[in-house]
Nanobody, 117 residues
């Protein structure tokens, strides 16, 4: 059974930084892509950043230049480095994993990020 676990959320002042971590375990296959999403109260879940097994990345316009997604050295791990945080970045951040030779996506439970002004 696949498990996806996020960590690293917390409370930070505007302008500060946080690094989120995501680890996906339980699959014998490597990830084909891993993504970070976020959902603020009363809003739809939105894509923040994605990275493929080849290392290709995409970032939402709202975080471009401030957030960076990267792969960890351990199998099926990714990070989201968040700099210059703004109050509007406040949300629950979710990690999604997709694996080769496997259908469907696997989601973590989310980690809260709160940015105070």
């Amino acid at each position: 059974q696949v498990h996806v676990v996020e960590s690293g959320g917390g409370l930070v002042q505007a302008g500060g930084s946080l690094r989120l971590s995501c680890a996906a375990s339980g699959s014998i296959f490597s990830m084909s892509a891993m993504s970070w999403y976020r959902q603020a109260p009363g809003k739809l879940r939105e894509l923040v950043a994605s990275i493929t097994s080849a290392g290709d990345t995409t970032h939402a316009d709202s975080v471009e230049g401030r957030f960076t997604i990267s792969r960890g050295s351990a199998k099926n791990t990714v990070y989201l480095q968040m700099n210059s945080l703004k109050p509007e970045d406040t949300a629950v951040y979710y990690c999604k994993a997709r694996f080769f030779y496997t259908t469907g996506d696997y989601w973590g439970q989310g980690t809260q990020v709160t940015v105070s002004s």
